[in-house]
């Protein structure tokens, strides 16, 4: 069988979609290993700092303080209400 008959039965539709079909699957390829390679650097950098987690850190702190700060607010005026309330009575 000669390589040539072979290609002389393919239609133009045919030639067309597959050419298609193979930039498809040579993009989504690509896509990938950009994704992959994109992904794979960013878990590098975040492994190479050392102070990785302290901005965390440090937020979970200042909310923990401001959260105490509002509850000791709180408490301070459901005594002074109280104390108020008592003089009415």
Known sequence: ???ADTLSDWNAGTTRRANTMFHLA???HTLGITTATRAQ???T?????GDRGSVTLEQVMISLGLFVL???VVA???VAVKSRLALIN
């Open 45 to 49: 950098e975040l492994k190479s700092t």
């Open 76 to 78: 301070g005026i459901t």
């Open 70 to 72: 509002a509850l000791a």
């Open 41 to 43: 650097d960013h878990l």
């Open 26 to 28: 040579a993009t989504l």
């Open 1 to 3: 069988m000669n390589p």
